[in-house]
């Protein structure tokens, strides 16, 4: 009774004091429920603010693979398209070369997209190519999941009959890989991805609209983005065909801005930062900044080198020849000289039509990794020293460390006369040990009259391999100004 009596008195008098609004706290036990915190801004400033994932400063190495129909024609570059019929092309030499090609060995009327046929795969057996990787050493593989050319190596629901499913091997290239990938332990994946398509219509004509228009990006480039991520989970995605318009137009801070908040690789996906037009080097994960890039100094900003073992191309090339390709010691080289300046390097590959890599390509990958096995302590997860980057005094002398300095690598890319090293930068104290990677013994080092550190080297017969050569240094004496 006592409590019909308060309801209709409350249902009276809880109106005039602004209705069940204000009083129902007093008839609920639960707390008032919280509003949701404002999404973030899709800007440079926040998304440029997440750190860079661990783990891709730890990996060091990747393989960059560039494959797709231009591999059938496999003349001058992957740009083959371009260069035959854009207008204006970007190669006026190339394209001669290429019209005279295509007039000497294919039939009036041969279209580019009548390549796609022969891109048949057939010798594509991607947990050899995994086997391949995961001896070479590297720690992410970096796959061009569609290259300017507009042909996805996925079946795309956002490209229609121009695809790899609907055309030529009709197999997913890329999910095939990813899960040859995903049965390494140490192996990562990852995709390339152009946002331009050079002879897209709707492509072309919001080009011609100053990019006003997005219709382009609206329709085909962000579904198609967010299709990579969701099916395939990859943790590097690799932007590029970016510079053409702004970032605005590519919609890239919306996608990046989901792809860190939302999506299932929130956690450890990296990016690089071909964005939109004026974001390489300033926008975006680590910077690539231009092909093949070298800053030749420590940088502020984790960066990477991506670079391809055909000096010429990053397709595959029939033309090709012994010269054009970097030789083991060059290879090495420029992962030293990139890893003791701050960056990684995406070592790039270009298969054959169908499915095979190329002996060159293998050779120098195998022995990459038989050289990690000995000196890959100096190179993963290790540190630039931001005292010396290389020596001052024996220039083919480079540096990386440890534990905050504790332990300190002395790479050598040339072996020195009689034996004996001299470095400026690296000094020691009597607690130092120094020894060979790859050799039990140890190193005796004195200091010179011109205070130089002087090493005495074992033997070179005694050395395991002929390329480059790592010196440890425990517990050296640290520099106070250099």
């Not at 050493?137 to 996925?154: D, I, N, R």
């Not at 690789?265 to 390489?280: C, F, H, L, P």
């Not at 100096?378 to 480079?398: G, L, M, R, V």
């Not at 130089?452 to 520099?479: F, G, H, R, S, Y």
């Amino acid at each position: 009774m006592l409590i019909f009596i308060f309801l209709v008195l409350f249902n009276i008098f809880a109106p005039l004091y602004g209705g069940l609004d204000r009083y129902g706290s007093i008839l609920s036990k639960d707390p008032p429920t919280p509003s949701p915190s404002p999404k973030p801004s899709p800007d440079w400033n926040y998304i440029d603010s997440r750190p860079l994932p661990s783990w891709y400063d730890k990996a060091k190495i990747g393989i960059f693979i560039h494959w797709g129909v231009f591999s059938v024609p496999s003349y001058t570059s992957e740009w083959f398209w371009n260069y035959w019929k854009g207008n204006p092309t970007p190669d006026l030499k190339k394209h001669k070369e290429i019209e005279k090609f295509m007039e000497k060995n294919y039939k009036p009327g041969f279209s580019y997209q009548d390549f796609a046929k022969d891109f048949t795969a057939e010798f594509y057996d991607p947990h050899r190519w995994a086997d391949l990787f995961e001896k070479s050493g590297a720690k992410y593989v970096v796959l061009t999941s569609k290259h300017h050319e507009g042909y996805t190596m996925w079946p795309s629901n956002y490209s229609f009959s121009w695809n790899s499913m609907d055309v030529g091997p009709h197999r997913d290239i890329v999910g095939e890989l990813r899960d040859a990938i995903a049965s390494k332990k140490g192996l990562r994946f990852g995709l390339y991805h152009s946002l331009y398509e050079w002879f897209n219509p709707l492509y072309i004509s919001d080009k011609k609209n100053n990019f006003s228009t997005q219709n382009f990006v609206n329709n085909k480039i962000l579904p198609e983005m967010k299709e990579l991520v969701l099916k395939y989970r990859p943790e590097i995605f690799w932007s590029d065909g970016e510079a053409e318009a702004p970032s605005k137009y590519w919609r890239s801070e919306e996608f990046l801005l989901w792809l860190y908040e939302e999506s299932p690789v929130r956690k450890t996906v990296v990016v690089n930062d071909r964005w939109g037009q004026n974001t390489a080097c300033k926008h975006g994960g680590y910077y690539t900044c231009a092909d093949r890039y070298n800053p030749g100094s420590l940088q502020n900003h984790k960066w990477e080198n991506a670079m391809t073992l055909d000096r010429n191309t990053w397709g595959f090339v029939r033309t090709s020849t012994l010269k054009d390709y970097l030789s083991i010691h060059e290879l090495i080289q420029t992962m030293v000289e990139t890893i003791s300046y701050g960056g990684n390097i995406l070592i790039n590959i270009g298969p054959a039509k169908d499915g095979t890599i190329s002996p060159i390509f293998e050779e120098r990958l195998l022995q990459l990794g038989e050289w990690l096995n000995i000196n890959g302590e100096a190179i993963y997860e290790s540190q630039p020293w931001k005292f010396c980057q290389h020596d001052n005094k024996t220039s083919d002398a480079w540096y990386t460390t440890k534990d905050n300095g504790a332990i300190l690598y002395v790479i050598l890319l040339k072996w020195p006369e009689n034996n004996t090293v001299y470095l400026e930068c690296a000094d020691i104290t009597d607690s130092t040990k120094l020894s060979m990677l790859g050799l039990d013994e140890k190193l005796v080092a004195s200091k010179t009259d011109k205070n130089l550190l002087k090493i005495a080297l074992p033997d070179k017969a005694k050395v395991k391999n002929d390329w480059a050569w790592t010196i440890k240094i425990t517990n050296p004496k640290m520099p106070q100004v250099l």
